[in-house]
């Protein structure tokens, strides 16, 4: 009876319900889209380091991100780190920010990221024309297919100006995008190097341990023999990377900002229906106290009011966020959406309602059931 | 040993003061009752006489400022909130003048709730609430909603509601004033019934002289205080009281 009180009580007055559920919507479909947001750019800052095969990373001292190198560590770092114990390969990997001549004019920045399969470091994923034996050919690079645009170009076979030689795309990938708007443009690491007029320079080394090696002893042996640079672990450089891009430069403040101000709006819209739900309905609950019924009875009224209005909002707002979810799968920061996340929503927006109940229950508990003889 | 049947609710010298400072009023002054199982009492006085008020502190939802009020055998002194909704939980029914009933739940569903509090709940508590709602001959009103129920069809559904857990007192405020004369006396007769048949205490309170012919015993109450107390002839049932004081208006 308890839930079949509180459905009646909350389909009683649609208009009531109605704003209550566009309230849990609205806020459901914001913190969606922010954290969806939030989590995208996250995928994009990371996805190089996340496909890197490697255990350890030499970057030039402070380092603060995967694009955010020079070519500035030499073959001498290679060979120290090679001589350490426990190292099983250094693989260099090129990342530096070039200008891209479009054929018919015009320029944009891009990141060329440099590096041989053969190595086993870092190679072009989600390749979907072109393999990685088409990119050794002369000239030849991998660029994402949501910046044919930008990049002024139609697909393979079309050719473009980087900085000392001509470039000719040969592979395209998929869903490669990049954080910073700048698109990542992948090609060998010798063509990489020739591009920059540099022989033998790069940005990172990609540390590989020998079976059963211990990470940290190898990492701080390493710190100790290399000067200048630092040697990070894959999820140390992936967490600088995170807080560079979503954090000092305020991104991801924004997206958390809006994910709060989503729940804070919802809370207050949710708590404001459910309290003016309570006050109409007051006598009722006076009646129920005057018929026996416990204080825990009535409390649980109106969280099974609560829990009703989240169960529908939710499904309601975790449509429309799969709508838009869809929707930006082309765009430059597509939102993603993970089971994690969407249960997270759902735990969200009970807590939500569960708060939004308190001051209710605070109205419900100072009933004096001897109104009853006075309605 | 006395033949008199114990008491299931006795009230000896409620003092009820409402408000405070200047405004402070002595609503209930020392009134003393007993409610004796299969008696159908009527509590009858004029507006403003206290007789809601004691009602309320019968029906353990005020408190009295002073005197004692004890239930089924338990002192209600130094009980919580909690512990007196418990106390009505488990002997108490009530029936308002205005009915009180939920307007988005159905008769049967008005019923269960009653049951529902009590912690009675699945096909049984659905077969009870039927059962009783039957017994106030409303079985073609189960899925009815009060909004579509006349006056006496919804204080019927009240009276179901206050029966269904099968409480040894039932308190009534006011069940007549919101009917006409035809539904008054069908939940009068139901009232008289509930006891008799039933073996439960019904207090009434009222001021409708057609409850008169119903009631057992009848105490009156004037300025908060208990000034009388009327018991019907052994022997004469409802009909042959209204015949009676059909007569006695006649001669008068």
């Known amino acids: 009876m308890i839930l079949t009180l509180a459905f009646r009580n909350l389909f009683h007055d649609r208009i009531r319900l109605a704003v209550t559920l566009v309230g849990i919507l609205f806020s459901i479909v914001l913190v969606a889209v922010q954290l969806g947001l939030y989590l995208g750019a996250s995928n994009m800052i990371t996805a190089n380091i996340d496909h890197a095969k490697a255990d350890l990373w030499i970057t030039v001292y402070g380092a603060k991100s995967f694009e955010d190198g020079g070519m500035l560590l030499t073959s001498r770092e290679r060979h120290q780190a090679l001589a350490t114990p426990g190292v099983k390969a250094v693989i260099p990997l090129i990342v530096r920010f070039a200008e891209w001549r479009k054929p018919e004019g015009g320029s944009t920045r891009v990141v060329i990221v440099g590096s041989d399969a053969e190595d086993g470091g870092l190679e072009p994923f989600?390749?979907?024309?072109?393999?990685?034996?088409?990119?050794?050919?002369?000239?030849?690079?991998?660029?994402?297919?949501?910046?044919?645009?930008?990049?002024?170009i139609k697909g393979i076979g079309d050719t473009a100006q980087i900085a000392n030689g001509r470039v000719r795309v040969r592979a395209i990938t998929d869903g490669v995008r990049s954080f910073t708007q700048s698109p990542y443009t992948y090609t060998t690491l010798n063509r990489a190097?020739?591009?920059?007029?540099?022989?033998?320079?790069?940005?990172?080394?990609?540390?590989?341990?020998?079976?059963?090696?211990?990470?940290?002893?190898?990492?701080?042996?390493?710190?100790?023999?290399?000067?200048?640079?630092?040697?990070?672990?894959?999820a140390e450089f992936r967490d600088r990377s995170l807080k560079?891009?979503?954090?000092?430069?305020?991104?991801?403040?924004?997206?958390?900002?809006?994910?709060?101000?989503?729940?804070?709006?919802?809370?207050?819209?949710?708590?404001?229906?459910?309290?003016?739900?309570?006050?109409?309905?007051?006598?009722?609950?006076?009646t129920l106290r005057a018929l026996g019924s416990s204080s825990g009875y009535i409390y649980k009224v109106i969280l099974a009011q609560a829990g009703i209005s989240a169960v529908v909002g939710y499904a309601l707002g975790i449509s429309i966020a799969l709508i838009i979810l869809v929707l930006s799968h082309n765009t430059a920061l597509p939102m993603v959406m993970t089971p994690g996340l969407a249960f997270w929503l759902f735990t969200l927006t009970v807590g939500m309602c569960a708060i939004s109940a308190l001051s209710a229950i605070v109205k419900v508990t100072k009933i004096d059931p001897a109104v009853v003889f006075n309605r | 040993m006395s033949d008199q049947p114990q008491p299931v609710l006795e009230a000896i010298d409620i003092v009820k003061e409402l408000g405070s400072g200047a405004g402070k009023v002595r609503a209930v002054k020392g009134a003393s009752i007993k409610l004796i199982p299969g008696e159908l009492t009527l509590l009858m006085?004029?507006?403003?006489?206290?007789?809601?008020?004691?009602?309320?502190?019968?029906?353990?939802?005020?408190?009295?400022?002073?005197?004692?009020?004890?239930?089924?055998?338990?002192?209600?002194?130094?009980?919580?909130?909690?512990?007196?909704?418990?106390?009505?939980?488990?002997?108490?029914?009530?029936?308002?003048?205005?009915?009180?009933?939920?307007?988005?739940?159905?008769a049967l569903e008005n019923v269960r709730i009653a049951l529902d509090v009590r912690g009675q709940k699945g096909f049984a508590a659905a077969n009870r609430s039927e059962e009783v709602l039957r017994d106030v001959g409303l079985a073609y009103r189960l899925?009815?909603?009060?909004?579509?129920?006349?006056?006496?069809?919804?204080?019927?559904?009240?009276?179901?509601?206050?029966?269904?857990?099968?409480?040894?007192?039932?308190?009534?405020?006011?069940?007549?004033?919101?009917?006409?004369?035809?539904?008054?006396?069908?939940?009068?007769?139901?009232?008289?019934?509930?006891?008799?048949?039933?073996h439960r205490s019904v207090l009434a309170v009222t001021h409708d002289p057609r409850t008169l012919s119903y009631a057992d015993r009848v105490v009156r109450i004037e300025d908060g205080r208990i000034v009388g107390e009327e018991r019907r002839p052994e022997g004469l049932d409802a009909p042959e009281i209204a015949d009676l004081t059909k007569r006695r208006k006649a001669h008068a």
């Open chain 1, 126 to 152: 989600n390749l979907v024309e072109g393999t990685w034996e088409d990119i050794k050919a002369p000239e030849a690079v991998a660029v994402d297919r949501t910046y044919f645009n930008e990049l002024g």
């Open chain 1, 193 to 234: 190097r020739s591009l920059f007029g540099d022989s033998d320079g790069t940005t990172f080394y990609l540390v590989q341990t020998v079976p059963g090696a211990d990470i940290k002893k190898v990492q701080h042996e390493l710190e100790g023999r290399l000067d200048g640079a630092e040697v990070l672990t894959q």
């Open chain 1, 244 to 286: 560079q891009w979503l954090f000092r430069t305020g991104a991801g403040v924004a997206l958390i900002g809006g994910a709060l101000l989503g729940s804070l709006v919802g809370t207050v819209i949710v708590a404001q229906t459910l309290y003016s739900s309570t006050k109409d309905h007051l006598g009722e609950f006076a």
């Open chain 2, 45 to 106: 006085g004029p507006s403003g006489s206290g007789k809601t008020t004691l009602l309320s502190i019968l029906g353990c939802i005020l408190s009295p400022t002073s005197g004692t009020l004890r239930v089924a055998g338990t002192s209600t002194d130094r009980l919580n909130s909690e512990e007196l909704a418990d106390l009505r939980r488990k002997h108490m029914g009530f029936i308002f003048q205005s009915y009180n009933l939920f307007p988005t739940l159905t």
């Open chain 2, 143 to 198: 899925k009815s909603y009060p909004g579509n129920l006349s006056g006496g069809e919804q204080q019927r559904v009240a009276v179901a509601r206050a029966i269904a857990s099968s409480p040894s007192i039932v308190l009534a405020d006011e069940p007549t004033a919101a009917l006409d004369g035809e539904n008054g006396h069908a939940v009068m007769a139901l009232l008289a019934r509930i006891a008799k048949e039933q």
